[in-house]
């Protein structure tokens, strides 16, 4: 189930440490380019982080591979989950959604998160983009608790 709606008061979107430094190894990884992909998992809890190619191979814009993009759509129906996040990094810009960003937001349901690499340390925030409508909402990175 791709883009079910979640809940309009979640405080967060709940990504599990080990999904977000991967995360943040592909964007830094595809750097000077722009890196792009896909995070999935239930309700606003983050259980899969999935890469994808920039076919565009550039540093101002991305465009994920439509193969791979479809094979990631079909891992998610098949293992029950949805897509939460679609993800990209600004190599040398804010971590906001340009215009172009807006423009391209399809996905109603699902979280935009992106990751600047313009600053030493990566500065990582997500968005809700409905309508041409942007409202930043939280990121909870939830470490491992040790038993």
Do not use: W
């Amino acid at each position: 189930m791709i883009g079910d709606r979640r809940s309009e008061t979640a405080d967060c979107l709940i990504i599990p440490k080990k999904i977000f430094d991967g995360m943040l190894r592909h964007c830094k990884g595809g750097y000077p380019n722009e890196a792009c992909g896909i995070l999935a998992g239930k309700g606003n809890t983050i259980s899969k982080l999935y890469e994808i190619s920039n076919t565009e191979k550039s540093p101002v814009s991305y465009l994920m591979d439509a193969t791979e993009q479809l094979k990631v759509m079909k891992d998610i129906r098949n293992n029950d989950l949805s897509m939460l996040a679609i993800f990209h990094s600004h190599p040398s810009s804010s971590a906001c959604p340009s215009g172009k960003d807006v423009d391209l937001a399809f996905y109603e349901d699902a979280a935009y998160v992106i990751v600047s690499l313009m600053e030493r340390e990566a500065i990582v925030k997500a968005f809700s983009i409905r309508g041409g409508d942007i409202k930043e909402i939280g990121i909870c990175v939830e470490h491992e608790s040790v038993a």
